[in-house]
């Protein structure tokens, strides 16, 4: 006799995941070539006469919001369902603004709330993340300064997550397993800074459950591809852009040189952030660049 249940995945792998389905984990084959991917939504087979913690995906259900990112020029999903991305933003290892531009850009076109969370502030002095902070509190994203390692503001920060899923993104070793320790409160290796660089760096994506919220823990990129995106789509992760751009003389203006931009006017008189617009103009016209 078997079965069927609805239920959520936590862990993907090649050929296997493990389903998390009325609060019992299930390790799952996978029947046909389903494509999925953590916080896809399946339903799954299991024999109803055994107490077996294992079972069998037969379909995966529509994704109410999917991220993409691209591997050598083929469009990949990350995770899916998800509502919010949590951009992790450190010193050490450096987070360039270019970076958290991309993020926000992808997100922005997967219709998934980016916010920014600048860790590690224990081992800074005061106000060290206060320029970058300007420049996105200006858009509307919401920041978060904290300590996962000291729990500095984590309370803040869970407040704001619950009732979401959230997937926590960045370079490796700015901290994204320490924060999701810190806030789910499960035990979860993070990357040892020490000679055995990359010892419990995190290579697969997790989505944690605890009552208020979910979590997914994501492995440490350096660098994240867009190249799914048309340089047009670009604008819609830099809704002030889009703002001033309405108003240009020429509905065609490259907002570079063109008279009439008001786009150009907003960067002259600071309205604009100049690394917002550099990052603008560079990802629109990437395709001339490479
Ligand atoms: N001082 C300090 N160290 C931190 C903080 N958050 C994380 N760390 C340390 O930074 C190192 C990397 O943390 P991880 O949580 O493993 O980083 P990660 O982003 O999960 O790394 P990957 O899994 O490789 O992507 C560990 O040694 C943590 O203890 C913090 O707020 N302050
Ligand atoms: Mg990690
Ligand atoms: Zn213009």
Not at 64 to 90: C, F, M, Q, R, W
Not at 251 to 266: F, I, L, T, Y
């Amino acid at each position: 006799m078997l079965k069927l249940q609805i239920g959520q995945i936590v862990e993907f792998y090649s050929n296997s995941c493990c389903v998390v389905s009325e609060g019992k984990e299930f390790k799952c084959k996978i029947q046909g070539r389903i494509n999925l991917v953590v916080g896809d939504l399946v339903e799954i087979e299991l024999s109803s006469v055994s107490n077996s913690s294992e079972g069998l995906v037969i379909k995966r259900l529509d994704r109410i919001t999917a991220l993409y990112k691209s591997k050598e020029k083929v469009k990949k999903p990350i995770a899916a369902n998800i509502s919010h991305i949590g951009i992790l933003v450190t010193k050490n290892p450096k987070t360039n603004l270019e970076f958290i531009d991309k993020w926000i850009t992808i997100s922005k076109i997967a219709s998934i709330e980016p916010f920014i969370i600048f860790n590690k502030i224990d081992l800074l002095p005061n106000g060290a993340f206060r320029e970058d902070q300007k420049i996105y509190e200006r858009l509307g994203i919401k920041t978060f300064q904290i300590s996962a390692k000291l729990f500095i503001n984590v309370d803040e920060l869970k407040i704001y997550l619950s009732k979401r899923t959230t997937i926590f993104v960045g370079n490796s070793g700015s901290g994204k397993s320490t924060l999701t320790s810190a806030i789910t409160g499960k035990e979860i290796l993070s990357k040892a800074l020490s000679n055995n660089q990359g010892v419990h760096t995190t290579s697969v994506s997790t989505l944690y459950h605890t009552d208020q919220m979910k979590i997914i823990d994501s492995p440490g990129v350096r660098d994240i591809g867009i190249d799914h995106l048309k340089p047009k789509e670009i604008i819609l992760g830099f809704p002030e852009i889009i703002n001033y751009s309405l108003n240009c003389a020429f509905p065609n203006c490259s907002h570079q040189a063109d008279a009439g931009c008001e786009v150009m006017a907003a960067l002259k008189n600071g309205d604009i952030e100049e690394s917002r617009y550099n990052n603008f103009i560079f990802l629109s016209n990437r395709e001339i660049n490479e």
